[in-house]
């Protein structure tokens, strides 16, 4: 196994804290209450800095380093099919799909959330229905980003979450890895 140091400490208290967040938020905070509205704009907070922290972070946080390319994600799922095994140190290319879709996202969520909140739109059903089906689909993402997560890291034998945690990968000897 060699280990790689991939995710500064600004990631990873990121991804944490927005995980728990909108889970708190989806899961166990009342919808109409004032903690509700709070915790989304942490959360549209921390969407901020990442995006800072994006354009200028270390290496493996810069959105450049992880910018999906067609041939990336149809490389990846190749990968896949064929069962394949490589590395790639950063973020897989549909990995980095999905953390766009994933911050795009909760910024549209946070945005209608908003929304709610002013009085030009409130009580307005369009924009409480428009909140709603985002929630659902960052709900959706957020399943199926879990379980490729886990797919992933079964399938290269990465501990993707781990890495998550302590900011290295460790990738067996027997992988190729690729940027």
């Excluded at 493996?60 to 490389?75: E, K, L, N, S």
């Excluded at 797919?151 to 900011?167: D, F, K, Q, V």
Aim: with cysteine; aromatic share 8%.
């Amino acid at each position: 196994m060699t280990e790689h140091k991939i995710w500064d400490p600004f990631v990873r208290v990121f991804h944490w804290s927005v995980a728990a967040l909108f889970l708190a938020n989806a899961l166990i905070v009342d919808d109409d209450s004032r903690l509700h509205e709070w915790v989304g704009y942490a959360v549209a907070g921390l969407i901020v800095l990442r995006i800072l922290w994006g354009i200028v972070g270390p290496r493996h946080a810069r959105f450049a380093a992880f910018a999906p390319t067609a041939r990336g994600v149809t490389g990846q799922i190749a990968d896949i099919a064929t069962r394949r095994r490589r590395a790639h140190l950063g973020h897989t290319p549909l990995g980095a799909l999905m953390i766009l879709n994933l911050l795009l996202t909760l910024l549209a969520v946070c945005a209608s959330g908003y929304m709610m909140t002013t009085t030009a739109f409130w009580g307005v059903e369009w924009v409480e229905e428009v909140h709603e089906v985002l929630v659902t689909w960052a709900e959706l993402s957020v399943l199926a980003h879990v379980a490729a997560v886990l797919y992933e890291s079964h399938r290269t034998g990465i501990n993707l979450p781990r890495a998550m945690i302590t900011g290295t990968k460790r990738v067996p000897d027997d992988i190729r890895i690729v940027e």
